[in-house]
C-alpha cells in the first residue's frame, strides 16, 4: 500500500476537491480524509470502491499496486467514445 495517502491527496487535487468537500462525497468526516491522505488510517472495502470510482482510477492503481490510471468511458456513447480514443492515439504518437 505505498503511497496510498499521496495518491488520494493528488487526485483530490486533481479533481479540485478541498477535504471537507471530498469527504461530504464520502460521508465521512475530514478528519478521516485526513488520516487517509496522512497514512493514518486505510479506508474500508466500501470507502476504497467508492473513492475508485470517485477517482476513475482502479483499487490497484490506489493501493499503489500499479501506475496506470484509466479512463472510464462507460458514460459516453460509442462515437463519444471513439473521438476520446482517437485523441489518445494522437497523444501518444507525439510523445514518442
Do not use: C, H, W
Request: charged fraction near 25%.
Amino acid at each position: 500500500m505505498v503511497d496510498f495517502g499521496l495518491r488520494i491527496k493528488q487526485l483530490r487535487i486533481e479533481k479540485g476537491l478541498t477535504q471537507p468537500q471530498l469527504a461530504e462525497r464520502l460521508a465521512v468526516t475530514k478528519s478521516v480524509i485526513s488520516a487517509y491522505e496522512n497514512e493514518i488510517r486505510m479506508p474500508s472495502y466500501d470507502i476504497l470502491m467508492k473513492l475508485a470510482t470517485l477517482f476513475g482510477v482502479s483499487t490497484d492503481y490506489l493501493l499503489g499496486m500499479n501506475n496506470e490510471k484509466y479512463l472510464y468511458t462507460n458514460r459516453l456513447s460509442n462515437s463519444q467514445t471513439m473521438i476520446i480514443s482517437r485523441l489518445i492515439e494522437e497523444f501518444t504518437k507525439k510523445n514518442e
